[in-house]
């Protein structure tokens, strides 16, 4: 082994590392690697950056325009509800009609947009029959990985595999080259599916009708259970307060649905609605986690401890922080920069907009520049210096920040009764900082004092805390003491749930910029006017402190709003609706131009007169010419994560050919199968490829997979055809895990999926698709000695 064939498989080695933790996005890593590359110059320039101009590449990202445009015009959604009449409602023959149609139309478009396109058609036609969606939406996402089998342009591996031929030298796949073997193994795998796989798929009896009516979207996320009622009193603390200054949702998880008020109810009142005494508060979410909050009304404000206060201030520093360009936490909210496990200090204040925001700091995405508050012991303060996330960090002295933080009149001292129910209860449970902006800075408890406590203190009977925040807010807190809670509110929530109020079911696009924000940031009640009431993921609900949880591709989201809000999403990219709500059908004036343009491209490429880079981008171009999608809509149709990994791996590939890397690896692979001939050497490579989809992306794979598939069949003296026909089926039949594929993500909450679920139908679908592949390949695709 040579020290560059060393160096390409360390860096293989790496990426594969990454690709698996998923430490750093999958797309950055692809760059990573071309730059790792590119600086030990194991590749030219050149070679670095070709893999952006790569015909495949392009005509990947030209695909995406076209499929945006099909789905735009409604050509795919006419065919999809269409086809769905012929299915009745037995369920057999509904799984059948339901992959025909997606493996036909992933044929010739993208597939995850083939799935996202008949998700909202599934889950209507489940709700119509009283089939549970569980029991279709697999067999759909496993029916667009069967169809993209069957043409070069039906997924990027074929695509790949496809060029990788014409790179070295060796006839490249036709548009229609994989149809003969990708045909067969979709009827197989349709009909296994139909017959013997639906055996498998689980069948839940809480979602068999979940999107069949208001009731039982309320059921499968049990809001019933989690809703009450909360009671202003007549002489409440509470009285002439906003709801926003009151914090009832925002301190304990709450959805407020509405406000009662002399037997008229408002729902989803605004933040600047006034309580009134009498009122009544309409509130989802955890009685437990309200009555929590309400046990820190017992704190006693001690008016005067200036020896306290004094004894604090010689440990205790502030100063002010710029944060640096090119710093990780540019963009994260304050209350997930984590500061204090950081850097062991606490954030109390930002500078912006000519002015310093001392409250409400925890939702605040940070920039570049922001100048921060902080508070920490006076060593931890010095040694602020040495991170490279801040460019200077100042010490400010008393005088300034009591003119310009007001520090003195924010601190104040309280104390626990020495029977308060907060006794023995840790200071990360209260929610203090995150909801009033209180922070307690020192715990003067047996004459000892613990300055700047970490969440997990104890607090304990007759404690002293010094707090820095706002007196009012304490009295705030004492008035949520004062609200009384009342569980029995069926005939109000009856009142509410027919005309008002709405509940939607909805899930990410794939492609949804929303992915990986928390809920919380994303505030959906000042962003859309509603409220998300739960999250279904996994198999289950997670209804439980929402602000903080992060959502993802595959999460099914239950929306509750007035209805005309709520029909306003069916427009927003970033969602897929599954509750019908009267929402209007696509526009399809221009249908029959979008499918002559694609035929168009299609039938050009099969009479040669352009390749099929060309092709998709003219008829891409065309399309938006033609008005059958904006510019706009053409970008953000685009997958780019997809298409910088696929340009970033291409130069692996490039340099484990050119040093040898491939031709090492391939010669594992014959050590360890050679003697057994070429075909147990195909079948090894194919099971090889089959598995990595589980842990690496199919494109990725497909570049590192071809070099060896390339060496292996010429040391055998034989064209690669064959070998690079079966990688490319193994890598595009990627059924075994919700993470081989977007398209597998994306009905996993919809559907109610558990990961066992895709193991339970998907492996033994592999396995029947492994033997078609080995039995066909020696009839369609025979291996042919390479000529001497």
């Given at each position: 082994?040579?020290?560059e ?19 750093i ?7 990573l ?38 789905t ?14 012929l ?25 995850i ?5 008949m ?17 279709l939406?697999?067999?759909?996402a ?15 591996p ?45 069948k839940?009896?809480s ?9 039982s979207?309320?059921n499968r ?5 989690r809703?009450?009622l909360l009671?202003?009193?007549?002489d ?19 959805i ?24 009544g ?43 640096a ?6 963009g ?9 496990s ?15 925001r ?10 570049a ?9 006076v060593?931890?303060i ?10 200077n960090?100042?010490l ?9 933080y ?35 800075v ?28 706002q ?20 005939p ?22 929303l992915?990986?924000?928390t ?10 006017g509603?409220?998300?009431a739960?999250?279904?993921?996994e198999?289950g609900?997670?209804g439980?402190d929402?602000?903080?949880?992060r ?6 989201l ?7 809000r709520l029909?306003?999403?069916?427009n927003?990219?970033?969602?897929l ?12 004036q ?51 994560r ?23 690896l391939?010669?594992?692979?014959m050590l360890l ?10 079948a090894g ?11 690496i992306?199919?494109?990725a ?9 390339l ?30 594929h977007p398209?597998?993500?994306l009905?996993?909450g ?9 193991i ?29």
């Amino acid at each position: 082994m040579t020290f560059e064939i060393g160096l390409v498989l360390g860096i293989l080695t790496i990426s594969l590392i990454l690709f698996v933790s998923e430490v750093i996005r999958m797309d950055l890593v692809a760059l990573l690697v071309l730059c790792a590359l590119a600086v030990s110059g194991l590749v030219t320039t050149n070679e670095a950056f070709a893999g952006f101009s790569n015909s495949a590449v392009i005509t990947v990202w030209a695909m995406f325009i076209l499929s945006e445009g099909l789905t735009r015009t409604g050509i795919a959604d006419i065919i999809g509800r269409q086809v769905m009449r012929l299915a009745g409602r037995r369920e057999i023959a509904m799984i059948m009609v339901i992959m025909i149609t997606a493996a036909v139309l992933s044929a010739f478009m993208n597939n995850i947009g083939v799935a996202a396109l008949m998700l909202p058609v599934v889950i209507e036609v489940a709700r119509r029959t009283r089939i549970s969606p569980s029991r279709l939406l697999l067999p759909l996402a496993y029916a667009t990985l069967l169809g993209g089998l069957m043409t070069q342009i039906g997924t990027p591996p074929n695509l790949l595999i496809s060029e990788m031929m014409t790179q070295n030298g060796h006839r490249t796949f036709g548009l229609f080259d994989f149809m003969p073997i990708g045909s067969v193994i979709m009827v197989v795998g349709v009909i296994f599916v139909a017959f013997i796989g639906r055996f498998m798929l689980p069948k839940r009896k809480s979602d068999r009708s979940q999107h069949h009516s208001q009731r039982s979207l309320r059921n499968r996320y049990k809001l019933q259970e989690r809703t009450f009622l909360l009671r202003v009193p007549m002489d409440s603390i509470l009285v002439g307060k906003t709801l926003g200054e009151t914090r009832i949702g925002s301190s304990t998880g709450l959805i407020i649905l509405a406000l009662i008020r002399f037997g008229r109810s408002e729902t989803l009142p605004s933040r600047q609605t006034v309580l009134r005494g009498g009122d009544g508060i309409l509130v989802q979410g955890r009685v437990d986690q309200f009555k929590e909050l309400q046990r820190w009304s017992d704190l006693v404000i001690e008016r005067e401890a200036p020896v306290l206060k004094s004894m604090v201030a010689a440990k205790v520093a502030y100063a002010e922080v710029t944060l640096a360009e090119g710093s990780p936490l540019i963009g994260e909210l304050v209350r997930h920069a984590h500061f204090r496990s950081r850097f062991n200090v606490s954030v109390v204040g930002l500078f912006r907009r000519n002015n310093y925001r001392l409250t409400n700091l925890a939702y605040v995405p940070l920039r570049a520049g922001d100048r921060i508050l902080v508070q920490g012991e006076v060593e931890d303060i010095e040694d602020l210096d040495r991170f490279a996330d801040f460019d200077n960090a100042v010490l400010l002295a008393n005088e300034t920040l009591k003119e310009q933080y007001n520090t003195e009149e924010r601190m104040f001292v309280v104390r626990l009764p020495k029977y308060s129910d907060l006794a023995e209860a840790t200071l990360e449970k209260s929610r203090l900082a995150d909801v009033f902006d209180f922070r307690v800075v020192a715990i003067f408890r047996d004459g000892k004092l613990n300055v700047m406590p970490r969440g997990g203190e104890v607090l304990e009977g007759g404690d002293l805390l010094l707090i820095e925040g706002q007196h009012e807010d304490l009295d705030v807190l004492r008035g949520l003491q004062e609200l009384e809670v009342e569980t029995k509110v069926a005939p109000n929530l009856g009142a509410l749930k027919s005309d008002r109020l709405t509940l939607m079911d909805a899930t990410l696009d794939p492609r949804s910029t929303l992915a990986g924000r928390t809920v919380g940031e994303l505030n959906f009640r000042e962003r859309y006017g509603i409220e998300l009431a739960g999250i279904w993921r996994e198999g289950g609900p997670i209804g439980d402190d929402l602000a903080n949880e992060r959502l993802q591709v595959g999460d099914a989201l239950l929306l509750l709003g007035p209805h005309d809000r709520l029909q306003l999403l069916s427009n927003d990219s970033d969602f897929l609706i599954l509750t019908p709500l009267g929402q209007k059908p696509p526009n399809t004036q221009r249908a029959p131009l979008a499918a002559l343009i694609m035929l168009a491209v299609v039938l050009s490429v099969m009479a040669g007169y352009a390749p099929i880079a060309i092709a998709a981008v003219v008829g891409g171009s065309i399309m938006v010419l033609t008005g059958c999608l904006t510019m706009e809509q053409a970008y953000r149709a685009i997958d780019w994560r997809a298409i910088f990994l696929i340009a970033g791996m291409l130069p692996l590939g490039t340099a484990m050919q050119d040093t040898g890397a491939a031709s090492y690896l391939a010669d594992q692979v014959m050590l360890l199968l050679g003697d057994a001939g070429p075909w147990p050497v195909i079948a090894g490579l194919y099971v090889l490829t089959a598995m990595a989809t589980m842990i690496i992306p199919t494109a990725a794979l497909v570049v590192l997979m071809s070099p060896i598939v390339l060496s292996a069949m010429s040391d055998m003296g034989y064209s690669p055809e064959t070998a690079m026909m079966a990688v490319a089926m193994a890598a595009s039949a990627s059924f075994t895990s919700p993470i081989s594929h977007p398209a597998n993500i994306l009905v996993m909450g919809p559907g109610g999926y558990r990961f066992v679920d895709y193991i339970k139908v998907g492996v033994p679908l592999t396995i029947v698709v492994f033997i078609t592949v080995m039995v066909l390949l020696p009839i369609l695709w025979p291996l042919t000695p390479i000529s001497p």
